[in-house]
């Protein structure tokens, strides 16, 4: 049977190169899923689980957003930070979620680090949401 050819790569470093059955990836309009002879394409992501399933077992990576390529049995995820979801600090990731909560109390949405701020609290949501996934 077919295989995939999935890497993860961050701007450090090559996360993982391995072989799997299918990919399911947090794509910039929701989770979806590719699997050998998938039609080539290219799409943003977004923070969330990346789910590889190789012979019915399941492993999963945080990914904070990039882009994922697929074409020719390969899924090349661009990331911009990755980890695996066992690894996920979740008390580090609440006390970041809340820090740039509270720094925005004081910002209106046309302040220039708003913005920052706004990804920084989607992110760090996404990495506990992944955790509580994986732990479940």
Avoid: C, W
């Avoid at 039609?39 to 999963?60: C, H, K, Q, Y």
């Avoid at 882009?67 to 690894?87: I, M, Q, R, S, Y």
């Amino acid at each position: 049977m077919a295989k995939l050819t999935v890497e993860i790569v961050t701007p450090e470093k090559r996360i993982l190169s391995v072989q799997a059955d299918e990919a399911i990836v947090p794509g910039g309009r929701g989770l979806f899923g590719v699997r050998p002879g998938h039609t080539p394409f290219l799409s943003l992501m977004e923070p969330g689980p990346l789910t590889l399933i190789e012979g019915g077992r399941r492993e999963s990576y945080f990914v904070a957003g990039g882009f994922v390529e697929v074409g020719n049995d390969k899924v090349l995820v661009l990331a911009d930070a990755a980890e695996p979801v066992t690894g996920i600090d979740v008390e580090g990731a609440r006390r970041r979620m809340a820090e740039a909560q509270e720094r925005m109390k004081g910002m209106s949405s046309e302040d220039a680090r708003f913005e920052l701020e706004q990804a920084t609290v989607r992110r760090e949501a996404a990495r506990i949401g992944a955790a509580s996934t994986a732990r479940a």
